[in-house]
């Protein structure tokens, strides 16, 4: 694969039921691709702290397997984003982690998350389960993106602009939140509303 094929486009939208989503795939014909899964995710950072400053991620996931993923360059038009995403599975989590810490890199955020992924067409939608909220993604080129909005009458919810890296950390910031992971175990007795407060602009 040519580095010109390594694009990420795709839209979030805050869904917060997620059961009507999931009767709207069905009826539409998707092909459930992978069911239900917790995510762990490491987020890491260099010791001069440039990563996150550069827009730059490194992160190690765990689901059904392990993989290393590097993206950069965002861009967002209409709520539809696009960047460079270089991924690879891993065979031993664990070890990978090691050799990311050896290499002087350190994990600067744990966040964790529920799965379902699903296929309709040329997109991917995944319905999310975050500690904060949930979520649909769907990823595609930008006009199969619009088709499959229209398709499972998603068009009324909200855009979000953001990674739920920064999802989080606006929400700690305007509820004054201390914790450093998004785990949870962390948001175990908050009540979180994403409407009061995260921005959709």
Known sequence: MSQTDMQEVEIKLHTPDLAPVQRALEAAGAVLK?????ERNLRYENAAGTLTAGG????LRQDEQAKL???S??????GIFRRFEAEVVVSDFATMDVILRRLGYVVALIYEKYRTTWILGDAEIVLDELPYGH???IEADAEEIERVVSALGLGGYRRMSGSYVEIFA????KLGLRMRDCSFEAFAGLDV?????????
Request: hydrophobic share 35%; no cysteine.
């Open 73 to 78: 360059g965002a861009s967002s038009e209409d």
């Open 69 to 71: 993923t590097y993206k």
């Open 193 to 201: 509303d994403l409407r009061d407060l995260v921005d959709s602009s």
């Open 135 to 137: 979520f649909t993604e």
């Open 34 to 38: 992978s069911p239900r899964v917790f």
């Open 170 to 173: 606006e929400l700690k910031w």
């Open 56 to 59: 730059i991620v490194l992160r």
